[in-house]
């Protein structure tokens, strides 16, 4: 049964159907990918989904290259952020003295 928490998700996660969106998962993993679909659980049906790899020697960063998955389902559980794909923006580290 779908509680109030859910109901909140889905009415935000509505206003980005057919539109691109960035998903990072536990683990650091990042796919970006048209949003197709949902479930009161948070699994996420998406579209021309593009992989973020990471960086070999670092596993924190991402290499800049990417490879197409094509239509992806997301295991809700395993999500840890969900966002707009045009409106990621890096910023400096706050907590490291520059």
């Known amino acids: 049964m ?6 909140v998700i889905s009415a935000d996660l ?5 539109k691109r969106i960035r998903v990072k998962f536990l683990g650091g993993r990042e ?12 699994n996420l049906v998406l579209d021309g989904t ?5 960086d070999p020697n670092d596993p924190n960063s991402l290499s800049g290259e990417t490879r ?3 239509i992806c389902v997301c295991k809700g559980a395993a999500i840890q952020l969900i966002c707009p794909a045009d ?4 910023i ?3 907590f490291i003295p520059q």
Not at 2 to 7: L, N, T, V
Not at 31 to 42: P, Q
Not at 87 to 90: K, L, N, P, R, Y
Request: a neutral charge; hydrophobic letters at 35%.
């Open 2 to 7: 779908a509680g109030k928490k859910d109901s």
């Open 14 to 18: 509505h206003k980005f159907l057919d």
């Open 31 to 42: 796919v970006a990918g048209m949003l197709k679909g949902y479930d009161t659980v948070l």
């Open 50 to 54: 593009r992989d973020y790899l990471r």
């Open 68 to 70: 197409e998955l094509g």
């Open 87 to 90: 409106s990621i923006e890096a």
């Open 92 to 94: 400096p580290n706050p």
